[in-house]
Every structure is written in C-alpha cells, then in structure tokens.
C-alpha cells in the first residue's frame, strides 16, 4: 500500500504565499514523477506543477514565475511554494505520484485526499 498525505493548505489574502507538503509513505520500491493537481468548484481537476524524479518541471501556464515545485527524494516529499497567490488559485489541491510499489513491476498513479486552498480577495 502506498498513501499520500498533504499538509499545508489554509485560508490566505490575495497576494500571499502559501507552502504545500506531500509525504508519501509504504511499500514503496520507487517514485518516478511527482506533482500536484488543483479543482476549483464546478471545474474539472488540472495539473497544476510536475517533478520528475530528476528534478525536470512543468507548470501549468497559468501558475509560472507565482508557483515552485520541488521535492526531497530522501523523505518522499514534494513541496509546492505558491506566492502572490490569487481568488482564482482557491481550489482543493491534491497530491499525485506515479510510484512502483515492492512486489510489482509496473507504476500506478497514487492520490492523496487533497487540502484546500482558499484565497481571499
């Protein structure tokens, strides 16, 4: 069993910054790509910023130059620095990871429950 669990989400003003955690725990044998996804209500889940596991990132074109996404390889952690945060980035923020657990060959998209993300105007 693999699990994600996310830490850091909270109520913030327009302009401030915010730092999400992601530790992922169990029979882990290895975490390719890391990232994290956001939902806003009444709109579909997008990729907000993606790791891989040699620390190549992508972000979505509407958090470049505000977001930074990083992790620790060591702990099986990923971090998303989010500054000068806006009403629009209020979402549920979920983390994922594609890992390959002992006892398999293949790697599987693994979700943490997700922590939200408010953002006042």
């Known amino acids: 069993q693999v699990q994600l669990v996310e830490s850091g989400g909270g109520l913030v003003q327009t302009g401030g910054s915010l730092r999400l955690s992601c530790a992922v725990s169990?029979?882990?044998?290895?975490?390719?790509?890391m990232g994290w996804y956001r939902q806003a209500p009444g709109k579909q889940r997008e990729l907000v910023a993606a790791i891989t596991s040699g620390g190549s990132t992508n972000y979505a074109d509407s958090v470049k130059g505000r977001f930074t996404i990083s992790r620790d390889n060591a702990k099986n952690t990923v971090y998303l620095q989010m500054n000068s945060l806006k009403p629009e980035d209020t979402a549920v923020y979920y983390c994922?990871?594609?890992?390959?657990?002992?006892?398999?060959?293949?790697?599987?998209?693994?979700w943490g429950k997700g922590t939200l993300v408010t953002v006042s105007s």
């Open positions: 994922n990871a594609d890992a390959t657990a002992w006892g398999t060959n293949y790697g599987m998209d693994y």
């Open positions: 169990g029979s882990i044998f290895s975490i390719n790509t």
